[in-house]
Structure formats: C-alpha cells, structure tokens
C-alpha cells in the first residue's frame, strides 16, 4: 500500500485473541501502537453481547480497551435501522447486545406478540429462537416486512472448535420466505466506515487487520480500507491468493505480531511521511 498508516480495525477471535485467550505478540502491538498514537478498535460480528461485556472480556486477557474502541455488529445494524427505519414498527430477533443497541436509537421495537405491525425485521443471534418464533418472523416477511441481518455467520470459534453463529438462525428465515436479508455487520461498506468515524480516520489513512476472508478483508475492500490477512485463523496463504477479487488482502502477515514492522516499512516507503507517529 505503501502509505503511512492512522487508524487500525481489528478483528478479535483468530486475530487477537481465541477464545478467552490472547494470541502471542497481540499485547505487545497494542501496547506500540498506543505508543506511536495510532488509533485502533476491535470489532467483532458478535451481536448477542453488550459493549461492557466485551470490554471485561478483552480485559480479562490483559487487553485494556475502552468502551469507545469497540464495534459490534449489533451497534451497526442500530445504526443503520436508525438511519432507514427512524419512524417504521421495528421487529427485534436477538440477545441482550442487539436489543440494547436497538433501544439506544429510540427506534419504535415491536414485540413477537405484536409482529404483524412490523414493517422491518432486524435479526440477530436469538437465544430463545425456536419453531414458533421462526413462524412469527417468517409471517411478518410474507406480510412485507423488510428483512435486516446483523450478520450471516455460520459459525463463530471458539477455545474449543466453534458454535452455530447468527447465519444459522439467519439462513432457516430466508430459506422459508425466499428473502435474502441485508447484511449490515461484516463485510457491509456500513460496518467499515461505522468503524472508521469512530476511530476519526478517513478510509484511506486505516487498515483491518483480521482472519477471516468472506469478512474481515470483504469488509475492508467494501468501505475502501486497506486490509492486513494475518494467518492464526481461518485462511492461509494458499487460500488469499485464490480468493475472489473483493476477498483477496492487500498484505498477508504471519500474525498481529508482524504488524508493528509492517508498519515500519510502509512509513518508509512513503515519501515524506516517515517517522509521522514518533
């Protein structure tokens, strides 16, 4: 990219952390980044937790962030229902962390009892979904509803393997009423430049740093940022160069670990600008 560098969004399972673990070099990174002043904030396409949860959960592994460094796909979806549906009865479908999100916005949220005055669904990981919920919100898709999703997900990982994500609950809606949602969490142009005005850097000055192709880099090359592939998580090498053009990242590293000398050699090879954050 050759370019110097103000603003960083990471990914966390498979890029800073795994599970309740963090990943070798992550808090050393963060801690050179703070250094150098370079902004960065983690954002995940969880949706079913709050930002307070995530801020106890990241400091548990030693990574000190504030609630103002972290994006989820659940304050996105908020975000762009409050930007398309400021006025419309709104259909909730998810945890405590898309609820809360959703109540922020003072949209106007329905209840399953009252789903026929719907005339948007928004839909999250749902711990209570079951048969007749799946028949609440499929009604009111048939009855015009338009269909949101925070994400599609199909599986998120854990310390030991993974579990079901958003998409499987997500997939079973659009597969009985014919609808494909949209997507507003990752890799949504929404969720990148969401990402981007919190940190306060223009697209073209920020980079994602994460594991995942289909999300992360698809993300980054949507909303225009450069993106970093590192390889503790999903993809390989092998897999990012033949990876369809709007997933293929822009520079693969080995790990979070690498970034700091990435860096380094992207402030020297841009002209004038080295040095900028000492």
């Not at 498979?14 to 902004?39: C, K, N, Y």
Request: proline share 6%; net charge negative; hydrophobic share 45%.
């Amino acid at each position: 990219m050759n370019r110097a560098i103000d603003g960083i969004i990471f990914d966390i399972d498979g890029t800073v952390a795994r599970g309740r673990r963090v990943l070798p070099g992550a808090l050393e990174t963060l801690d050179e980044l703070r250094r150098r002043r370079i902004r960065f904030a983690f954002f995940t396409n969880d949706n079913a937790h709050t930002i307070e949860f995530w801020v106890e959960r990241l400091g548990a592994m030693g990574i000190d962030a504030g609630s103002g460094e972290i994006v989820t796909s659940a304050l996105v979806a908020a975000e762009v229902m409050a930007e398309l549906h400021s006025a419309s009865p709104i259909l909730p479908v998810g945890d405590v962390g898309l609820l809360e999100a959703l109540r922020a916005k003072d949209l106007d949220l329905v209840g399953f009892d009252d789903a026929d005055r719907a005339t948007a669904v928004v839909m999250g990981k749902d711990p209570d979904f079951d048969q007749q919920r799946l028949a609440v919100v499929c009604g009111a898709i048939w009855n015009g509803a338009e269909f949101f999703a925070t994400n599609y997900d199909p599986k998120v990982p854990t310390a030991n393997g993974y579990t079901p994500g958003s998409g499987a609950m997500v997939k079973a809606v659009a597969y009985a009423t014919g609808r494909e949602p949209v997507v507003t969490g990752k890799p949504s142009p929404w969720s990148g430049q969401m990402a981007m005005r919190i940190l306060g850097v223009p697209p073209e000055r920020g980079v994602v740093v994460g594991d995942q192709l289909a999300t992360d880099i698809a993300m980054g090359r949507n909303a225009g940022i450069g993106t970093v592939l590192v390889l503790t998580g999903t993809a390989d090498a092998h897999d990012a160069k033949s990876a369809p053009r709007e997933q293929r990242p822009d520079v693969v590293i080995g790990s979070v670990g690498d970034l700091v000398p990435w860096l380094d050699s992207q402030l020297e090879s841009a002209p004038g600008e080295g040095g900028t954050h000492e």
